[in-house]
């Protein structure tokens, strides 16, 4: 169990690939149609995955493995924006062919609408390896907020995962990958273990694990791009006592009930 494994570690983060959509049409305005993959073109990513022995994998089997000191140099971190249905109908079956597992950031207050994920289907996905992550309560950019906003979109977001779902969650993605000084002082208030952006930012006194980048995959990106990028030199974070986000005595309550 994760709340066990939550002690000094040396983490070696692998490329992340970031997706939105899976799906097999896509919305007609252009933001849209480049973050939609068809679910041929995911599946052919994870073949090339397997082509280069890698794994994908979620950030809790990453943490788990690195805290147990076990091999994870062929690993790559697979996420996934936005909560958006066809992520349940497509990316996760063809995950599941592949023997592999992605983190999937949830925005709570879409849960449910139209287009978007339900709260059974993510605890499905969650009872089958998936991890789950927060994206905030509303997709706004935190940076944009003051810091009594942000703390609401960031800590209330992951409270009602870890309180819907009971399951881990120790991982943030930033909306518009959009953060500043008092985004990092909520997601460690969330006891938040790694958080991810789009760009380096490099907020002053702010630990990578909570500023870690990720690959863009948009629509029709080449096979050969992406294994250039898988082949990037890789990033390490150190840990202390997880990212120094936790105290002693906050590190057995920091993903909440297990499954």
Known sequence: MIALLLAATMVRVPPVL?????????PPDVISERLTTSPRAFAADLALLRAEHLRAV????????????????????????????????????????????????????????????????IRTMANAGMSIGGHSVEHVSLSALDFEDQMYQVVYSVATLRNMLHVPVIAYAYPDGLFDRQTIAAVRQARILFAFTTDPIHQDGAPASLELTRIRVLAGTPLATLAAELHAPPAYVRLLNASGALGSGERDRANGPHR
Request: charge should be negative; avoid cysteine.
């Open 18 to 26: 970031m997706y939105h959509r899976v799906d097999t049409s896509s």
């Open 58 to 121: 979620g950030i809790d089997d990453l943490y788990r493995l690195s805290a147990e000191h076990r091999p994870t140099n062929d690993l790559v971190l697979v996420t996934f924006d936005d909560g958006y249905r066809d992520q349940y109908r497509y990316a996760f079956p063809i995950l599941r062919r592949f023997g592999m597992t992605a983190t999937f950031f949830i925005t709570t207050a879409n849960v449910g609408t139209a287009h978007h994920l339900t709260w059974n289907e």
